[in-house]
């Protein structure tokens, strides 16, 4: 289990897996100067809402991995996070998609270098 951690005082428990493609999916899009919200479902116990953050090129963000190995990518689910990210709603986590049958290699090729 991973830690996104915003501007020091925001902290969520993300799934490792999950982590990574939210991680790649907001590096994307602040390397193109681009600000969005980042939204995710509360812990039963802290509630039964949402919390929304402003994600934006200045903002110290985190991302701490509670694995040291790095995980297969999926090039379909980095797409589908991608799109949520781009929508008037902003980016949430969505389910990982089948596995796409071409490309996902060279994106853990890239990672891995």
Excluded at 42 to 49: R, T, V
Aim: net charge negative; no cysteine.
């Amino acid at each position: 289990m991973g830690k996104f951690t915003y501007d020091q005082e925001v902290r969520v428990d993300i799934d490792d897996r999950l982590l990574l493609h939210l991680q790649i999916v907001i590096g994307n899009k602040l390397r193109r100067g681009e600000s969005f919200y980042f939204s995710w479902r509360l812990d039963p116990s802290l509630g039964h809402g949402r919390r929304s953050v402003w994600i934006h090129p200045y903002a110290a963000l985190t991302f701490t991995f509670g694995e040291s190995r790095t995980t297969q990518m999926s090039r379909a689910w980095i797409e589908a996070l991608a799109t949520t990210a781009n929508s008037q709603r902003g980016l949430y986590a969505v389910p990982e998609p089948a596995p796409d049958a071409v490309g996902d290699g060279e994106i853990r090729e890239l990672m891995d270098a």
